[in-house]
């Protein structure tokens, strides 16, 4: 659907850009990066970012941007865009309010803003009555997650 859209709009930045999945798998950048072909007539630009883009050189996409970029603390990339998306940026981000404004400003008059992201706070109900082995390795995942996610800056409350 997002495919469709943007072959109408033109220009979208996906934040928080993760590893693609391997090349026998429909390629996608962290957030909605789509394979080149999504854009292939609409003249649009789709531009995908993260702190780590190191793995862009040997990921590279046709109609697709990649920028090492940290939506927290640098401007909006150039734009406007029609649509951002972010997914799991928001529960990594240290100054959440900085990064939504600094989607917010990138957007193009009537442009969307998806964000797709975590609530670790829904976490702690994974399994509440731990009885067998499966609910205690579940539980340790779960805390293991969590303080994972505390040593890398995110906000649990």
Do not use: K
Not at 27 to 43: N, W
Request: with cysteine; charged share 25%.
């Amino acid at each position: 659907m997002i495919a469709a859209w943007l072959r109408t709009r033109g220009t979208s930045w996906a934040t928080g850009a993760v590893r693609p999945a391997p090349a026998s798998t429909p390629r996608r950048s962290g957030t909605s990066r789509r394979s080149g072909s999504t854009m292939d007539g609409a003249g649009g630009r789709v531009l995908a970012t993260g702190i780590d883009v190191s793995w862009a050189e040997t990921a590279a996409i046709a109609g697709v941007e990649e920028l090492r970029h940290d939506v927290a603390r640098d401007e909006p990339p150039a734009g406007p865009f029609d649509l951002v998306h972010a997914r799991l940026v928001l529960v990594h981000a240290a100054e959440r309010e900085t990064a939504l404004r600094t989607m917010v400003r990138a957007l193009r008059p009537g442009g969307w803003l998806l964000v797709e992201d975590a609530d670790p706070a829904l976490q702690p109900l994974i399994c509440p009555d731990e009885y067998g082995p499966g609910r205690e390795l579940a539980n340790r995942l779960r805390t293991g997650f969590r303080q994972l996610l505390r040593q890398r800056g995110a906000d649990l409350a």
